[in-house]
């Protein structure tokens, strides 16, 4: 199994403030996934991120609010911009395993105030 | 990507098999069917998929019906840990299409 670790675990915010989010995985992959859990919600997808080319995202998220970067196979990024209390949510990276199965992090629980 | 219905919570006593539906009546040959689980605060589990035979594994039993119409996981001695949100989800089995959750099933496991 992959080990997915995510940094913060837990943040707080003031809205109008930016949070970055860090995924690190322990072998290279092609793709990640970025999710969104808004409370008592399922996870939503937020865009698949390639190394090398620009993200894709989801209808209803867009680049300049969630901007996500890919730099290496091991590791990416995603922020969320301008935050308000709507944005408090946790937030998952995920990668492909093999037998097409995914891997979660641990998530990142924001608190926007 | 194939719709999922399942029931919204369930209950299962301790030491009893837990038996959870799942109901994807519009699956088309090629998609699958897996299942996670999601423990309170915790990132999504895999614990098992399938095609259209049964399968096993250390975790669950998954039985597919033979028009693939829906589909039961089995946890075959639940225990309080075991007590977590359930998502079944159909998709085509490829590494690069990520998983659509729906809203899943809850089930309590009580003592």
């Known amino acids: 199994s992959a080990v997915i670790s995510q940094k913060p675990s837990r943040d707080i915010c003031q809205r109008g403030t930016s949070l970055t989010i860090q995924c690190q995985v322990d072998s290279q992959v092609t793709m990640m996934f970025w999710y969104r859990q808004q409370p008592g919600q399922s996870l939503t997808l937020i865009a698949t991120a390639n190394q090398g080319s620009e993200a894709t995202y989801e209808s209803g998220f867009v680049i300049d609010k969630f901007p996500i970067s890919r730099p290496n196979l091991t590791f990416s990024t995603l922020t969320v911009s301008n935050m308000s209390p709507e944005d408090s949510s946790i937030y998952l990276c995920?990668?492909?395993?093999?037998?097409?199965?995914?891997?979660f992090g641990p998530g990142t629980r924001l608190t926007v105030l | 990507d194939a719709k999922t219905t399942q029931p919204t919570s369930m209950d299962c006593a301790e030491g009893r098999a837990a038996n959870l539906p799942c109901n994807h009546s519009?699956?088309?040959?090629?998609?699958?069917v897996y299942w996670y689980r999601q423990i309170h605060s915790q990132g999504p589990q895999y614990i098992i998929h399938g095609l259209k035979n049964n399968e096993t594994n250390e975790m669950a039993s998954l039985i597919i019906t033979e028009d693939r119409k829906s589909s039961t996981l089995i946890l075959p001695h639940a225990t309080l840990r075991d007590t977590a949100v359930y998502y079944c989800i159909v998709r085509v089995g490829s590494e690069g299409t990520a998983l659509i959750f729906g809203k899943g099933t809850t089930l309590s496991v009580s003592s």
């Open positions: 519009t699956i088309s040959g090629n998609e699958y």
């Open positions: 995920s990668v492909p395993r093999q037998g097409h199965t995914q891997y």
